[in-house]
């Protein structure tokens, strides 16, 4: 363990660190465009020269390991500071000026860095003609990625990206010198199965997410730590959210799962996370679709689960531990009903973790291992066709995206007989039979837990409240009126999370031990009843931190 | 001095391995595998060789910095790669005397047990790839060079391998990465590459002269190398004079001799009795040298001391008809079309320079530039870059900007454009390079 000082702060790190991130344990920042903690050194940028005490040269941060009694300067270095602002002056002298409409403003290393170090003091001795690329300003690099070269700053990490990450060498640079170009491979479309990350890397507005573009300006989002629906992998992510509206999914760093990344599919689920057909309680009297409201929903639903002889419960591996723990003990345990987890096979999908080690998952449920270690019923297609199969007094479907089966003729026609409670939040056949239709809120304003195939307990956050709900508006005054579809402050209707209708219903249902206040409390009831989450402690899983370094972080990648 | 490196120039039928073998070629690859490889480079190292590509690096030191008990293979690669403006040796002695060259790999792969050994021969020297090529099959066929050469046990392979033109990749990490079959990009170091060089392999790289000194170092003896030239600085060295002297061409003279004495009696002086104003002692990175410094001691330490370098000993001559500016502009655009495009104060400075140059030289100059350009050439020299590219080009065009201020303000001042000097490129009509092998 080397200890070392920098500027004046003396700090301790592991062998084999570099000073950048030496200086970020101790508390020190030095600057980088070119460097990324999962890609390999290649000290290009030159932005992070540091003064090292006894050496001649000024040394770079990124490609210095930390040794024993190194006295780093940074800060304190007229040396090193003089070299950075000429780093600077020589990046800018054909960088556009064009931040009011580049996209990536808000977000920029190149914007954040000259705003940190230069923002009175900068000066340019460049009076020459700027170097551009006429054409390719705006050009689809793939079905995702548009490209600016003018905005390039030649750091190569897209290229790194695509040859030491998705391995799939897409990206090069062509031509040299100062009319160096990034390009693909030949020519071909840049349809990397993670070619979005190639943005997240870009420190600049050179690549820039074709979905997201002139979407949202970055600082007008906020960012909540959650984890990606799309796979059993759990890729740590933010969703990016202004006024209750997701905008994106960016990844959010975990060296087991996803290290900085995310592939294409599971980032762009972000716009689905917006739908929502079903915006009230609905009941089926004559009929037809009647709204109701919750408080008689509860009520009356619970009257007929008291009934229900059988009861039956398809619940779902897209639900949280919390969720799932909630409608076993509640439905399983307390009315004695039975339970089923649907599990469909899905598209292959892979991600790679901060040791290169490839992780794969094969169906497309989050939370697949939860529902397994929560011994639940884990039922495949034939076996989903099985147990709905024969009457019921009830049958309730926690969500109805549980598995393909459920939307096809064969569900639908099995479920005509019986009662049947369909928790939905999209347009789906399900409708058609359901005796009670209830709104289903999406991830972004649920709370909980998911166990990645790597049996990580993940804990997500939730982005905003549910729809509907009591909610400050923009004046602070309390709001107790349903915002309208205009409203800045939020989408109508009356979508809950499960976990909050669960709970209610327990307390309707006479299980008082069920009726909890928040998952928090669910999970510590889980941890002290179940083996699988037994020792854990909610506050404790991790990742959830958001400070400003911390968040820093994410965004560079 | 009696030629050593040259001696084969002017020898009918000097290339072929007959004539090589009838002036005693190859007795030191003999003597090499009979002493075996720590004594060859305690020989390399006794006899002070320097290398002769540019840095100046002992040579001994660099073949013993290769770790000695790395289990898997290594590599010598011979840069041939010659193409630094104002320099033509390496292509002299390959025309002349390819076995010189072959036999100085063979000795070098053997001190540092290298099995194979690839010639990084410049795109081209189509012509001189064909040379080495041929001289490889007539040692192979004589069984000096293969398998269990000479009854040793030892095996050796060389390859040619064409480079694909940037000159860049005659740094010897660019080199590599080049010989690889990737983009000429050089590496950041460390590591070195005699720890990490080809394929991740322990490397040595070393020049065509550099190779050609050693087997001349085997036979006649260390202490006869180090005899030639002054202490540190010795042996023969091949200076590639160009410009405005009157016998322009590649002179063997020992380390040691004055730029005096090269252009004055070696090259009969500056063409048509004008004045000498300048010249680069180095090929074009090197920092430009006044007429007032042309009593310097052409040798590697002599150059240091006067604040250049000896580089690989392309003298260029310029007379007084020289404009400075033109000269800086034309150097400028050089190093701009060259730079690899990599890190950030070289690929922005170079072209920056060649910018304001230009704009000099049409007369638009600026009161500011001189000071711009200094402090461009500042920034992108002395670490500030992966490799020297960056000191190849701040390093001339500072110096040109601190000797001959007053030329530049006089440039400015005049607001006149320069007359364009540049001699007209007639198009091509032979076969076009690189298709012919």
């Not at chain 2, 790395?70 to 590599?75: K, L, S």
């Not at chain 2, 690839?118 to 293969?146: D, M, N, P, S």
């Not at chain 2, 072209?351 to 100059?365: E, F, N, P, Q, V």
Request: aromatic fraction near 8%; include cysteine.
């Amino acid at each position: 363990m080397p200890k070392l000082t920098i500027d004046g702060h003396e700090v301790e790190v592991a062998a084999r660190t570099n000073l950048i991130e030496a200086a970020r344990a101790a508390g020190v920042f030095i600057p980088y465009f070119c460097y990324h903690p999962y890609l390999t050194v290649v000290g290009q940028c030159r932005i992070c020269m540091v003064e090292i005490q006894g050496q001649p040269r000024l040394a770079l941060g990124c490609a210095t390991p930390a040794t024993d009694g190194l006295v780093v300067k940074v800060e304190t270095s007229a040396r090193a500071k003089e070299a950075r602002e000429a780093v600077m002056e020589f990046l800018l002298a054909n960088h556009p000026l064009d931040c009011p409409v580049c996209d990536q403003a808000g977000e920029c290393l190149l914007q954040d860095h000259s705003m940190r170090e230069q923002r009175d003091t900068f000066t340019t001795h460049m009076a020459e003609t700027r170097r551009t690329f006429p054409g390719y300003e705006r050009r689809l690099l793939g079905p995702h990625i548009v490209q600016n070269q003018n905005r390039c700053i030649h750091c190569s990490r897209c290229i790194r990206f695509t040859q030491e990450i998705s391995e799939t060498a897409a990206l090069t640079y062509k031509s040299r010198g100062n009319s160096e170009f990034i390009d693909t491979f030949d020519g071909r479309a840049f349809d990397d199965p993670m070619s979005a990350c190639a943005a997240d890397v870009c420190p600049v507005g050179a690549l820039t997410v074709r979905e997201f573009r002139f979407r949202k300006r970055a600082w007008k989002l906020s960012s909540t730590p959650s984890i990606c629906p799309g796979c059993s992998i759990g890729c740590n992510i933010f969703i990016d959210h202004h006024e209750r509206e997701v905008h994106r999914f960016t990844p959010r760093e975990n060296p087991a799962i996803n290290a900085t990344w995310l592939c294409d599919y599971g980032r762009f689920l972000a716009d689905s996370l917006n739908e929502q057909t079903y915006l009230y309680p609905q009941r089926r009297a004559a009929g037809h679709m009647v709204r109701a409201e919750w408080g008689e929903a509860i009520a009356a639903l619970a009257l007929e689960l008291r009934a229900a002889r059988p009861l039956r419960v398809v619940a779902s591996a897209n639900l949280s531990n919390e969720e799932l723990f909630l409608a076993r003990e509640l439905f399983g345990r307390h009315l004695r009903g039975e339970l089923a987890v649907p599990l469909a096979a899905g598209e292959q999908r892979r991600m790679r973790n901060g040791k290169g080690e490839w992780l794969h998952a094969a169906d497309p449920y989050p939370n697949s291992l939860g529902a397994r270690r929560l011994g639940l019923n884990v039922v495949d297609g034939e076996g989903l066709s099985r147990f709905l199969y024969g009457g019921a007094g009830l049958t309730l479907i926690l969500d109805a995206e549980a598995h393909p089966f459920l939307a096809g003729a064969e569900a639908l026609q099995l479920l005509r007989v019986g009662a049947t409670a369909v928790w939905m939040r999209c347009e789906h056949p399900l409708a058609g039979v359901a005796g009670w239709l209830l709104p289903a809120a999406s991830l972004a304003s649920d709370e909980g837990t998911f166990t990645s195939s790597t049996g990580v307990v993940q804990r997500f956050a939730a982005a905003f409240s549910p729809p509907g709900t009591v909610h400050r508006m923009p004046t602070g005054a309390m709001s107790p009126e349903c915002p309208t579809i205009a409203s800045p402050w939020g989408p109508p209707g009356e979508a809950r999370p499960l976990w909050l209708v669960l709970t209610a219903l327990a307390r309707e249902l006479g299980a008082p031990n069920l009726d909890l206040a928040s998952p928090a409390e669910v999970f510590t009831l889980m941890a002290q009843t179940d083996r699988a989450f037994a020792g854990l402690e909610w506050e404790a899983l991790g990742g959830l931190k958001l400070d400003e370094s911390f968040r820093e972080r994410q965004h560079v990648g | 001095m009696e030629p050593v490196l040259l001696r084969a120039r002017g020898v009918p039928g000097s290339r072929s391995i007959a004539t090589y073998l009838a002036a005693g070629g190859y007795e030191g690859w003999k003597r090499a595998l009979g002493l075996g490889p720590d004594a060859v480079v305690k020989e390399v190292l006794d006899s002070e060789l320097r290398g002769r590509g540019g840095a100046g690096f002992p040579t001994g030191r660099k073949w013993s910095f290769v770790p000695k008990d790395h289990p898997g293979p290594r590599y010598l690669v011979c840069n041939a790669d010659e193409s630094e403006p104002g320099t033509f040796k390496d292509r002299e002695i390959i025309e002349h005397d390819p076995h010189q060259v072959i036999e100085g790999i063979a000795i070098a792969s053997f001190a540092i047990k290298a099995n194979t050994a690839y010639i990084y021969i410049r795109g081209e020297f189509v012509r001189w790839a064909t040379i080495l090529e041929e001289a490889i099959g007539e040692a192979r066929a004589k069984g000096l060079l293969g398998t269990n050469v000479l009854g040793s046990g030892f095996d050796l392979d060389i390859w040619v391998h064409r480079g694909a033109g940037a000159y860049i990749c005659g740094e010897e990490t660019a080199l590599i990465e080049s010989l690889e079959g990737k983009r000429g990009f050089p590496r950041l170091k460390p590591p070195f590459p005699a720890v990490v060089g080809v394929f991740g392999k322990p490397t040595v790289v070393n020049n065509v002269e550099t190779l050609a000194c050693v087997p001349h170092i085997m036979t006649r003896g260390a202490a006869w190398f180090a005899s030639i030239g002054r202490p540190r600085n010795t042996g023969p060295k091949l200076f590639c004079v160009s410009g405005h002297v009157n016998r322009p061409g590649v002179y063997e003279l020992p380390l040691g001799v004055t730029f005096r004495e090269i252009i004055e009696e070696h090259c009969g002086g500056v063409r048509g009795g004008r004045k000498l104003k300048a010249f680069f002692p180095g090929g074009s990175s090197a920092p430009v040298m006044t007429a007032d410094e042309v009593d310097v001691k052409a040798d590697f330490d002599a150059c240091a001391e006067a604040q250049t370098m000896l580089g690989s000993g392309g003298v260029i001559v310029l007379d007084d008809s020289v404009d400075m500016v033109a000269v800086a502009d034309n150097i400028a655009h050089f190093y701009a079309h060259e730079s690899c495009g990599q890190c950030t104060p070289c690929r922005e400075g170079s072209d920056w320079c060649a910018d304001i140059l230009d704009r000099m030289a049409a007369g638009h100059g600026r009161a500011s530039d001189p000071d711009t350009l200094l402090r461009i050439c500042r920034f992108s020299s002395e670490g500030m870059t992966i490799c020297p590219l960056g000191d190849a080009y701040a390093l001339p065009l500072s110096s040109m900007v601190n000797k001959f201020r007053a030329e530049f303000e006089r440039r400015i001042a005049d607001a006149t454009p320069l007359p364009q000097k540049r001699l007209p490129v007639l198009p091509w009509t032979g076969p076009r390079p690189g298709f012919g092998i």
